[in-house]
């Protein structure tokens, strides 16, 4: 299993990454909203109410009775807050969920050799050595086949 920087495994240090950057989204688009509305739409909000209507869109849980906007830019920031909740909500699988599953449960392959003595080592399968192979198993001889490429699938 491979290390990331310090020991940490990647899916680690995306779940921190994850843990970042939605609060962070939550600052940034409250605090744009909060002056926005006070500018655009001469409302004035307090920070928290402010923070309150980004994690409400980015979390898509939605605004209950609050949809006062009338300017165009108010608007058009509002749905594209939407769409940023949407994509974090969205990245949540492929960036953390997917390689912390596959980082569990991958294939452990052996990285050494069996003890060789008495063993014949074949470098790659394929149909030139399949019936060679064959004569090994009628025989009882151990072999060990060497494959690079893990989409090579034997009969074996």
């Not at 869109?57 to 830019?73: F, K, N, Q, R």
């Not at 064959?134 to 001889?141: A, G």
């Amino acid at each position: 299993m491979k290390k990331a920087y310090r020991g940490l495994h990647r899916s680690t240090w995306r779940l921190l990454g994850l843990l970042v950057s939605m609060p962070t989204a939550v600052v940034v688009f409250g605090t744009i909203f909060m002056f926005a509305s006070d500018y655009l739409e001469g409302k004035p909000l307090s920070f928290w109410a402010s923070l309150e209507w980004a994690s409400e869109t980015l979390t898509t849980t939605g605004y209950g009775a609050y949809a006062p906007w009338s300017h165009p830019l108010m608007i058009v920031f509002v749905i594209l807050t939407q769409f940023v909740g949407m994509f974090f909500l969205v990245l949540v699988f492929p960036f953390y969920v997917m390689p912390y599953i596959e980082e569990r449960f991958e294939l452990r392959l052996p990285h050494a050799l069996p003890e060789m003595n008495g063993r014949v080592l074949f470098y790659r399968y394929g149909p030139a050595i399949e019936s060679l192979l064959d004569e090994f198993d009628r025989t009882r001889t151990p072999f060990v086949v060497v494959e690079v490429s893990v989409a090579v699938k034997t009969r074996r």
